[in-house]
């Protein structure tokens, strides 16, 4: 647990990357790549790789698949329905369990999916453990105390539950307005923290309550009679903007319900509303749990040497590639701070080790989590980001510009979360492919034909990768 706060924490240090640039369009898998990673080949031929897969316009357009998903995942596993490298879907989604998702990701795509292999956007808060005793306010749809309870909050208190306790403070829709005369209001404990899950289904409502909450320091049905900032810790998971469904264009995600709760609170208060974490892609935060899942994979594949490298597949450049890219910075930083550690003779980061200033927007991200722990594991060399063509990114519509300075998000607008500081060079893919299977298929090749992984990652790179050396 430890090593898991320090990894977390590292997402603070600042880095100056280099530029992933590179457009695939079609790639095929040949019978020898197969045949190497088969469960028969020695572990000495195989290369050792890991498949970050999104969900939401990758493998699935709401409740309907994508037919490349299940093409790509027949070849993924073997006669026996084993995988042949290590596989974790790593999705913003937030509103359900990981059983009942991994459960429709077996159905969908015709193969066994684990919930050890399903990162939701609110998984990584298992590690929040200085939370879990606390009495938090929850928010989001669907079974929202068992996923509280599930990631381990013991002490939870729903939109739901706050409104019964005091009925006078929904009142936006007038046929939910009390009628007879309201008896005194219920007690409930204090807030002493928001939990954010995910979109709701009345806005208007958990909005309202939520500020409340906040203005009130947990005692909504207190008169607020003073600022009290900073206010009550808030954590929130998945900043989507938008996600693609079923609808020809992109629908609102949890990312615009935050926008909303920002700018009320600003209105209100004229101060900024903070989070103690925001988690879920892009932050590094879920990239570093679903790499943890990566690695339990891969012991139980039976491989014993180290994964080198991770490829992550997606189709949100502001989500996916951007959270992509900026893990693949931070793996570089911390072999960095490996090789300083241990050219000095220890094996141990010290404890007070501070962050970049030049990291401090990034960090907001992160949360606050204390530094500690050893590197008793080897990293992934990098994470390789791969665009496809089905979801949010349309080729159609939206071209990756030649200029690095310049953003493939829709009008140059910038579509990530207020906190995150915007580099545009994050959201160039490494890789852009017109679908899933393509793109595995691509990654299998790339292993097979031998191209220099720091090819991909090194910044002479900017030409014709495979001539250079």
């Given at each position: 647990?430890?090593?898991?706060?320090?990894?977390?924490?590292?997402?603070?240090?600042g880095w100056r990357g280099v530029k992933l640039s590179r457009k695939v369009t079609n790639a095929a898998v040949s019978a020898q790549t197969q045949r190497r990673y088969s469960t028969d080949v020695c572990e000495q031929e195989r290369s050792l790789f890991g498949l970050l897969f999104d969900i939401d316009g990758v493998?699935?357009?709401?409740?309907?698949?994508?037919?490349?998903?299940?093409?790509?995942?027949?070849?993924?596993?073997?006669?026996?329905?084993?995988?042949?490298?290590?596989?974790?879907?790593?999705?913003?989604?937030?509103?359900?369990?990981?059983?009942?998702?991994?459960?429709?990701?077996?159905?969908?795509?015709?193969?066994?999916?684990?919930?050890?292999?399903?990162?939701?956007?609110?998984?990584?808060?298992?590690?929040?453990?200085?939370?879990?005793?606390?009495?938090?306010?929850?928010?989001?749809?669907?079974?929202?105390?068992?996923?509280?309870?599930?990631?381990?909050?013991?002490?939870?208190?729903?939109?739901?539950?706050?409104?019964?306790?005091?009925?006078?403070?929904?009142?936006?829709?007038?046929?939910?307005?009390?009628?007879?005369?309201?008896?005194?209001?219920?007690?409930?404990?204090?807030?002493?923290?928001?939990?954010?899950?995910?979109?709701?289904?009345?806005?208007?409502?958990?909005?309202?309550?939520?500020?409340?909450?906040?203005?009130?320091?947990?005692?909504?049905?207190?008169?607020?009679?003073?600022?009290?900032?900073?206010?009550?810790?808030?954590?929130?998971?998945?900043?989507?903007?938008?996600?693609?469904?079923?609808?020809?264009?992109?629908?609102?995600?949890?990312?615009?319900?935050?926008?909303?709760?920002?700018?009320?609170?600003?209105?209100?208060?004229?101060?900024?509303?903070?989070?103690?974490?925001?988690?879920?892609?892009?932050?590094?935060?879920?990239?570093?749990?679903?790499?943890?899942?990566?690695?339990?994979?891969?012991?139980?594949?039976?491989?014993?040497?180290?994964?080198?490298?991770?490829?992550?597949?997606?189709?949100?450049?502001?989500?996916?590639?951007?959270?992509?890219?900026?893990?693949?910075?931070?793996?570089?930083?911390?072999?960095?701070?490996?090789?300083?550690?241990?050219?000095?003779?220890?094996?141990?980061?010290?404890?007070?080790?501070?962050?970049?200033?030049?990291?401090?927007?990034?960090?907001?991200?992160?949360?606050?989590?204390?530094?500690?722990?050893?590197?008793?594991?080897?990293?992934?060399?990098?994470?390789?980001?791969?665009?496809?063509?089905?979801?949010?990114?349309?080729?159609?519509?939206?071209?990756?510009?030649?200029?690095?300075?310049?953003?493939?998000?829709?009008?140059?607008?910038?579509?990530?979360?207020?906190?995150?500081?915007?580099?545009?060079?994050?959201?160039?893919?490494?890789?852009?492919?017109?679908?899933?299977?393509?793109?595995?298929?691509?990654?299998?090749?790339?292993?097979?034909?031998?191209?220099?992984?720091?090819?991909?990652?090194?910044?002479?790179?900017?030409?014709?990768?495979?001539?250079?050396?």
């Amino acid at each position: 647990m430890a090593e898991i706060f320090f990894r977390l924490n590292m997402f603070r240090i600042g880095w100056r990357g280099v530029k992933l640039s590179r457009k695939v369009t079609n790639a095929a898998v040949s019978a020898q790549t197969q045949r190497r990673y088969s469960t028969d080949v020695c572990e000495q031929e195989r290369s050792l790789f890991g498949l970050l897969f999104d969900i939401d316009g990758v493998l699935v357009r709401g409740r309907t698949p994508i037919p490349a998903a299940k093409q790509c995942f027949r070849n993924l596993v073997d006669g026996d329905g084993k995988y042949r490298v290590p596989v974790v879907f790593v999705t913003n989604a937030g509103n359900s369990l990981r059983e009942t998702k991994a459960e429709q990701l077996s159905h969908l795509l015709e193969v066994e999916v684990s919930p050890d292999q399903v990162v939701l956007s609110h998984s990584p808060l298992r590690v929040f453990t200085q939370f879990h005793d606390l009495c938090v306010l929850v928010s989001g749809q669907g079974p929202v105390v068992e996923v509280a309870h599930n990631v381990g909050f013991k002490n939870v208190v729903t939109i739901d539950m706050l409104r019964e306790a005091n009925p006078l403070l929904d009142v936006v829709d007038h046929n939910r307005r009390p009628k007879d005369p309201i008896p005194p209001s219920k007690d409930l404990p204090p807030i002493d923290a928001v939990v954010l899950f995910g979109e709701p289904i009345r806005w208007e409502t958990n909005l309202q309550l939520i500020t409340d909450v906040l203005l009130t320091n947990g005692r909504p049905g207190n008169p607020v009679t003073s600022l009290h900032y900073p206010h009550i810790p808030v954590l929130a998971c998945n900043m989507d903007l938008l996600w693609m469904a079923e609808a020809k264009n992109p629908r609102f995600g949890h990312g615009m319900f935050l926008v909303c709760l920002e700018s009320i609170y600003k209105k209100i208060t004229g101060c900024e509303l903070k989070y103690e974490a925001l988690i879920g892609k892009p932050s590094v935060v879920t990239y570093n749990y679903a790499e943890l899942l990566i690695r339990k994979q891969a012991e139980n594949l039976g491989w014993t040497r180290p994964v080198e490298r991770l490829y992550a597949i997606g189709d949100n450049p502001m989500a996916d590639i951007y959270g992509a890219n900026l893990y693949n910075r931070y793996l570089k930083a911390m072999h960095r701070t490996r090789a300083q550690v241990q050219g000095g003779s220890s094996s141990q980061v010290p404890g007070d080790l501070q962050c970049d200033d030049a990291a401090s927007d990034d960090a907001k991200g992160s949360g606050r989590v204390m530094v500690g722990g050893s590197f008793d594991h080897r990293l992934p060399e990098g994470c390789s980001s791969i665009l496809v063509c089905t979801g949010v990114y349309n080729r159609d519509h939206q071209d990756l510009p030649s200029d690095p300075k310049q953003t493939v998000t829709e009008q140059q607008i910038f579509h990530g979360h207020r906190d995150f500081r915007f580099d545009p060079s994050l959201t160039q893919p490494s890789f852009m492919v017109h679908d899933v299977r393509d793109g595995v298929e691509l990654v299998f090749q790339l292993e097979e034909v031998g191209i220099p992984w720091m090819c991909l990652l090194d910044p002479r790179a900017d030409g014709d990768c495979t001539s250079w050396t």
